[in-house]
């Protein structure tokens, strides 16, 4: 470049005149060893592999991986960074499409410290840190009946720096409430570290005054821009509807104050013009009542033709879904009809919203007699206000996606591509892109998007092992571009973003003019280049074919996985090792490396992706296509399972019995020292050999060996204590849970029986969640064969005390066992009297709680026990997994960690339905956490103790 880098507070360095890139580097790495902690910088090669990858399909394997806490920390490493021209990259969820959250130089990752939201007055503004995931956005918000504008179907996932830095949109959003149009303030970060809030004024004017130059360039472009008639022309003409390609220049159109329009340039800027720090949004109130229709179409004319009317009648959304995507969801179809689709027909996903009844019949009304009047129209699911259907039909659709993914060829790649038409040129764009499917091969491709923003996604498979097949891609991506750009003058990327995949395409789209001003800006705002290099501008031609990710199949269980992290929020190690994506993305990527990195890789994901990963299998509900990592963790455990499960599967009563002893053992050296003093004894232990357990502080003593019978009566119930609650007692010597749990159905005029044999059955849970397959299967059956006998066949119903074994239970198709929540809820609360508790009380949903019945059971009893439940964020699984919260118990400290500082001041009660839960939750939070039945049996009384008839 041939200029001197000026950075505050540092002297000149030359870019390359004097320093080596080698000595830049290692000054770079020594000088941020005295900023950051040691675990901050991840150097090992098995984590900076998992690292390399989005969900997009491109790989890149960062030299440095950083974990930064707070703004300060991002200033000061920008800081180096600008010193010694070392690029970075910033990345929030990794949900990015089109290769914008990859490095092969700095990775910046944000710890857990970023997800603050505060809520402005009443919920009319929200400020968001870049941490915060958007449906915690939203349901911080609920209680408002507000939302914020952007809504992209990774919602769930993706979180507000990539949504803002993208300015991702979705199906409810279009032009108008996306984050340029809703942002009001923004604190962001430049290259060299300088730090701007745009609501505090005397940030503005320290601003102003230090960096003249800057805002007299921006001032000058911006001049430039407006005095030049053709391209002002061009730039409102691209911003008639959605566009993402290349920089915001509108900002330039809509903006005077420099300080505005770098802020809203940092919109969509996907991190290359600096780093934003937290965001202030206008929200958006929700409408009170809404209906949602999925509609079949003879063909794209007629679905076309029809959304004009929609929109006029006021649809929210009006989602479009090919022949091809229908068929790849056929299976979340099926409910709905099983009419054939034939190759031309369209669906449409419409969703009309009041906040009036009224307005909403209205609406429906306007559109139910289009439908009559017009052509022909099959209604797959017809207009409905149930909530739970409307939830169903909005899956189908964000299914599209993942949906592809899980039908690939092994060795393929998905690529989703957006672009966006004028509205009465949406069905012939489609029908073009349909012949480019054809021409090139793409049989698989399928097409769906937001009709009324005439934007749509398309979705294909690509290999790129072989030079045929890339050049396929580029010949097929270059028939695009002109189609879209030349024949309908549409834009490129209506949401995902430029990336690397459509750098390329800019000049083709904007015009020389028009990127010469883009880059321009780049140059202003980050002249060394160091903020994410060669995404959005980048010269070369052929940027989009390199650097291509391979998904090489790796096992059966894992394969059809496109790594798009939608599992990464529902997993209790992703801030402390890996995810499910990354441990995926790891083991396909060490595949491909050299010999010795895969013998690093092997021995470091022994902790990494094994020990630490609970295996819930919770990463499934998320998880568009259902895979269950935990699956194939378990595999592996398989071969190497220990001893003393060995051991534990031969004499399970003896290893009972031991346990016990062990807590009674624990008890009396808690009783001479203290339950912490132990606990920091069995830690510091247990740093010395892993196989000696850490005690827990909150570790319940030992649970007696004496079963409650209760009373007598006609109705009975088999009550199967589980394992955990045979071995850990309650919350005193002489009220444990079973002894509760009889008392609560003797209220109920039920009766207790237990199986013979209880001390030896076991659901077999336990070893199979340590790979013993056939360990699990011989105890689950002998379970089994007691269960029907103790139950006559199925005469009486069958309970069990422990979500974790209820769920296991399943497996068993012979029997029918009911977890104890469910059972208390449906048949045990409608005979007693309940007096709620006032004051707030945590609620914890146990994994298994979710994949049984979504926690729906759990949820409606403590909705009757409680007038007030707190349920923190956060939170998906707690981290305990059985025994890893004694074995490995940075896992569950990890999961919790967000829960104390959440908890109510006056919130002093926590309630679950699994034992081991509920001891890490106890420690994490500082206030007990036990079985929800204790409540329930202290606020209620049988019917008859208040005059109530039998």
């Known amino acids: 470049m041939g200029f001197l880098l000026y950075v505050q507070d ?50 890149l394997t960062p030299r440095l991986v950083l974990k930064l806490d707070d703004i300060t920390q991002i200033q000061r490493v920008l800081k180096l960074a600008c010193r010694w021209l070392v690029p970075v990259t910033f990345r929030a969820a990794g949900t990015s499409l089109s290769g914008q959250a990859i490095s092969d130089s700095v990775l910046i990752l944000l710890s857990t410290h970023w997800r603050q939201a505060d809520v402005l007055d009443d919920g009319a503004r929200i400020r968001l840190q870049p941490g915060v995931v958007g449906a915690y956005a939203n349901q911080v918000l609920a209680p408002f009946n507000r939302k914020i504008g952007p809504d992209p179907a990774s919602i769930a996932t993706c979180k507000i720096g990539g949504i803002a830095a993208n300015n991702a949109s979705g199906m409810c959003c279009g032009v108008k409430h996306n984050s340029y149009h ?13 730090r701007v809030d745009t609501s505090d004024p005397r940030s503005v004017k320290q601003f102003y005054r230090k960096h003249d130059r800057l805002i007299n360039d921006i001032r000058r472009l911006r001049a430039e821009v407006c005095a030049d008639e053709i391209l002002t022309e061009r730039i409102r003409h691209q911003y008639r509807f959605k566009n993402t390609l290349g920089y915001g220049l509108n900002a330039l159109l809509d903006f005077e104050n420099p300080v505005d329009i770098i802020s809203h340039l940092m919109i969509g800027s996907e991190g290359t013009l600096g780093f934003i720090a937290d965001i202030t949004y206008r929200t958006i109130k929700l409408p009170a009542f809404k209906a949602a229709g999925l509609y079949l179409f003879e063909s794209a004319d007629d679905a076309c033709d029809m959304i004009e009317t929609l929109a006029r009648a006021g649809a929210d959304a009006v989602e479009l879904m090919d022949a091809r995507a229908l068929r790849s969801v056929a299976d979340l179809l099926a409910p709905f009809s ?5 190759s031309d027909n369209v669906a449409l996903l419409i969703e009309l919203t009041a906040d009036q009844q009224d307005a909403l019949d209205d609406a429906l009304d306007a559109v139910t007699a289009c439908f009559h009047a017009g052509q022909s129209i099959h209604a797959l699911q017809p207009f409905t206000r149930d909530t739970a259907v409307i939830t169903t039909l909005w899956s189908i659709r964000k299914g599209l996606f993942p949906a592809v993914g899980a039908i690939r060829q092994p060795g393929t790649t998905v690529i989703i591509e957006d672009v966006a038409f004028d509205q009465h040129k949406l069905a012939q764009g489609i029908a073009l892109l349909q012949q480019l499917f054809e021409k090139y091969g793409y049989d698989e491709a399928i097409i769906f998007g937001h009709a009324l923003d005439g934007n749509v996604h398309f979705v294909f498979t690509q290999r790129f092992d072989r030079a045929e097949e890339k050049a396929r891609y580029r010949d097929f991506m270059q028939d695009v571009s002109t189609l879209v750009t030349d024949k309908l003058h549409g834009t490129l990327k209506a949401e995902h973003g430029t990336g690397r995949n459509m750098a390329p395409f800019i000049r083709q789209q904007w015009g020389g003019r028009a990127l010469d001003v883009m880059k321009r800006l780049k140059h202003v705002l980050d002249p060394a280049d160091i903020l994410n290099p060669g995404v959005i501008i980048n010269d070369d031609p052929q940027a989009h074919l390199k650097d291509l990710k391979q998904l090489p199949p790796i096992d059966e269980e894992i394969d059809s996985c496109i790594e798009c992290g939608f599992c990464e929020p529902q997993c209790p190690s992703a801030s402390l090792t890996l995810s499910p994506r990354q441990r995926i993305a790891l083991m396909r990527r060490a595949a491909l490396l050299p010999a010795a990195d895969q013998a690093e890789i092997e021995q470091d994901f022994a902790y990494l992706g094994d020990k630490t990963c609970a295996a819930t299998g919770l990463c499934a509900t998320a998880c568009p296509v259902g895979i269950n990592t935990g699956t194939w963790i378990k595999k592996q455990r398989h071969a190497r399972s220990p001893d003393s499960l060995h051991f534990m599967a031969e004499h399970l009563p003896l290893s009972h019995s031991l346990a016990r002893g062990a807590l009674r053992l624990s008890a009396g050296a808690a009783a001479v020292t203290s339950k912490k003093t132990l606990q920091k004894i069995t830690r510091t232990a247990h740093t010395l050999s892993e196989r000696i357990p850490v005690f827990a502080s909150t570790t319940p003593p030992a649970a007696s060996t004496k079963y409650a019978t209760g009373q007598s009566f006609s109705e009975q119930v088999v009550y199967i204590p589980a394992c955990p609650n045979r071995v850990f007692g309650g ?48 105890y689950r059956e002998r379970f089994v064969n007691a269960l029907q006998t103790a139950s006559e066949n199925g005469r009486y119903p069958i309970i069990t005390d422990n979500s974790t074994c209820a769920l296991s239970s399943l497996s068993a198709p012979e029997i029918k066992v009911t977890e104890l929540t469910q059972y208390l809820n449906e048949v045990v609360a409608p005979r007693l009297l309940i007096t709620p508790v006032k004051a707030p009380v945590a609620l914890h949903v146990s994994c298994s709680s979710q994949h049984l019945d979504g926690a729906a059971g759990l949820r409606a009893l403590a909705d009757k026990l ?85």
């Not at 580097?25 to 989005?54: H, K, N």
């Not at 809703?182 to 300088?194: C, I, K, S, W, Y």
């Not at 409680?866 to 940075?890: L, V």
């Open 10 to 59: 540092e002297s000149p360095v030359p870019d390359n005149a004097i320093y080596s890139v080698k000595n830049h580097w290692q000054a770079f790495v020594t000088q941020l060893e005295g900023l950051l902690r040691p675990e901050q910088l991840i150097r090992d090669v098995s984590r900076r592999t998992a690292y390399s990858t989005d969900a997009s399909f491109y790989h």
């Open 182 to 194: 809703t942002m009001e303030h923004m604190t962001f970060v430049l290259a060299d570290g300088t």
């Open 338 to 342: 099983t009419r054939p689709v034939s």
């Open 731 to 778: 919350k005193d010597k002489h009220q444990n849970l079973n002894k509760t749990v009889v008392e609560l159905l003797n209220k109920a005029k039920i009766a207790v029986r237990y199986p013979d044999a209880l001390t030896s059955l076991c659901c077999g849970q336990p070893f199979e969640s340590h790979g013993n397959m056939q360990a699990a299967q011989q």
């Open 866 to 950: 409680c007038d007030e439940i707190f349920r923190p964020s956060h939170i998906s699984c707690c981290g305990f997994a059985g025994d890893k919260g004694f074995t490995t118990p940075e896992l569950n400290q990890a999961a919790l960690s967000p829960l104390r500082e959440q908890l109510p001041a006056n919130c002093h009660r926590g309630i679950s339905n699994s034992r081991t839960c509920e001891i890490g939750l106890s420690q994490a939070s500082g206030i007990p956490y036990e079985h929800i039945a204790y409540l329930m049996n202290e606020v209620s009384e049988p019917l008859h103790f208040q005059g109530v008839n039998e």
